[in-house]
């Protein structure tokens, strides 16, 4: 087989007009995704030096929406944009070291924003489709990857600034910028590619990720889950393996502040005052949903171990092996009235697969962290 010349292919449509446009698109998608992301890395983490707000309760819902939002609209606009530049990868080597060495630090940079991009987006995907056929961690990955695949773009944007100028500024059909073999016209005009491309680009958001919009959940082709009380369910109590402990009548909800500690059962809890929060659950994986909560404030059940006002608690859950079975909420949101600890969902009592007996259900605070099953609340 003959390796093709950079001359092969005469598409118009492989054009630095079409490049620029649909690079662009990307450049917005990948800066919106970066934004978000870093808050939703941010949010994760052990603690938060700056406290995150608990208001408004769905911040993180809408910033993780569009995180996933604009990293499945990448998907299609960048396989439009390789097709557009494929060409690039045939051009030959200058032959002056002068020359080469740019040439080879701008192919490098190439090489690895598009190795890069190619894994953020795919893990993302498999991630939003629940699906981790990976040993790594997705999330410090998923993080460091971001900022090799950034560091190179902005060389990418950089070298290419005075064509992508050019380029943006003037027409689409403007070949000033075009290889000269490029002329051979296309099954359609550049403006019919990029319209393609867009549509392609909001379709795939849309159907990915229709999770995230209320009412047309169901339609969501990978990202849909099972669901009770219209809420789905990440994970259930039999994969989690709890079934046995959460539905044992030893039960017991443990309270500790230093020396002082109380053991409480589901009925004491019943036997509290009862409040109701109305809040959303937003996965990481962008789907969300909202729910009437009741239960026990988190701050009555810090009172009753005399835990001052102020202090980070440490939630834990039955379940052992997972990412959510031990974590750190921030004191701002254990003191916030709406934090609850969950007993009923939407007038009925908690689902085994939602957490019973009790789950943790806090305002603006990653899906992930909230908790279910607990069995242990320690103030820090
Ligand atoms: N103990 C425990 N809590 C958990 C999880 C889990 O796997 N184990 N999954 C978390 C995730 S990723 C999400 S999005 C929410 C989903 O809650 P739901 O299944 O009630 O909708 O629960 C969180 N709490
Ligand atoms: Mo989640």
Known sequence: MRIPSEDSFTSRLRSAAVAARVGLWLGICFGVALATGLISHYAQGDSQPVPLPTSPSW???????????????????????????????????????????????????????????LVQLTTGLLNVAQWYPWGFSFRTTHYALAFVAVGALLVHIAVKLPVIRDALTGDVDDTAHDRPNARAAGPVSRRGVLVLAGTSALAAAFLYTAGTVPGVGRIAALSSRSRKHGIPINRTAHSARVVAAASSSAYRLELVHGATSRALSREDLVAMEQRTSTLPIACVEGWSATGEWRGV?????LDLIDAPTGRDVRIRSIQTFSASADTVLPANFADDDRTLM????????????????????????????????VSRIEVL
């Open 59 to 117: 911040l993180y819902q809408v910033t993780q929406g569009l995180h996933v939002v604009a990293g499945t609209a990448a998907i299609p606009l960048l396989l439009v944009k390789l097709w557009v530049v494929f060409p690039k990868l045939f051009q030959p080597v200058p032959r002056q070291v002068r020359e080469a060495l740019p040439t080879a630090l701008e192919r490098g940079s190439i090489a690895i924003l598009v190795s890069t991009s």
């Open 342 to 373: 969950a007993l009923e969902l939407d007038g009925e009592t908690l689902s085994m697969d939602h957490g019973y007996p009790v789950r943790l259900i806090a305002p603006d605070r990653p899906g992930v962290m909230q908790t279910k099953w």
């Open 297 to 301: 404030r988190l701050r009555d059940l």
